[in-house]
């Protein structure tokens, strides 16, 4: 089972070691701003399709973002 909470988090810093601010990944990926920031807010509302843009946006698997980065 996948760890909604660690998947954010790990989202979250590896758009940081991207320098990808929240605006700017809802305008490249299309998604709208207030539903990422709830999307944050309540990780398992989280679609599985939004979780595989955002790894091939930032060029990782979702292998990655269960690995606990921190």
Request: proline share 1%; aromatic share 6%.
């Amino acid at each position: 089972m996948v760890d909604c909470n660690r998947v954010i988090k790990n989202i979250v810093l590896y758009m940081n070691d991207r320098d990808i601010t929240n605006k700017k990944l809802c305008e490249d990926l299309g998604f709208n701003t207030a539903t990422w920031s709830n999307r944050k807010r309540n990780p398992k509302s989280l679609q599985l399709s939004e979780i595989q843009a955002i790894c091939n946006y930032l060029c990782i698997s979702l292998a990655d973002l269960e690995i606990k980065k921190l």
